[in-house]
């Protein structure tokens, strides 16, 4: 089987090209995910500020729990 060289080196460039345009996409993967994470972040921060226990009753005494 013989493969001439200008196949081969289009496999070479192709080949990059497609690592190149993967790396890309992870990147911007990234930057969505951490953005998707600090603002689910601070949105349950300012949601569970203050959220007092229970005075009484048998539920909600011991554990505060935002579900």
């Given at each position: 089987?013989?493969?001439?060289?200008?196949?081969?080196?289009?496999?070479?460039?192709?080949n990059r090209s497609d690592q190149v345009t993967q790396?890309?996409?992870?990147?911007?993967?990234?930057?969505?995910?951490?953005?998707?994470?600090?603002?689910?972040?601070a949105l349950l921060n300012s949601v569970a500020g203050s959220l007092p226990l229970a005075t009484e009753g048998a539920l909600g005494?011991?554990?505060n729990a935002l579900v």
């Open positions: 089987m013989e493969v001439s060289p200008a196949t081969l080196v289009d496999g070479v460039v192709q790396q890309v996409q992870i990147h911007v993967m990234k930057k969505a995910m951490d953005a998707q994470s600090s603002t689910a972040a005494t011991q554990v």
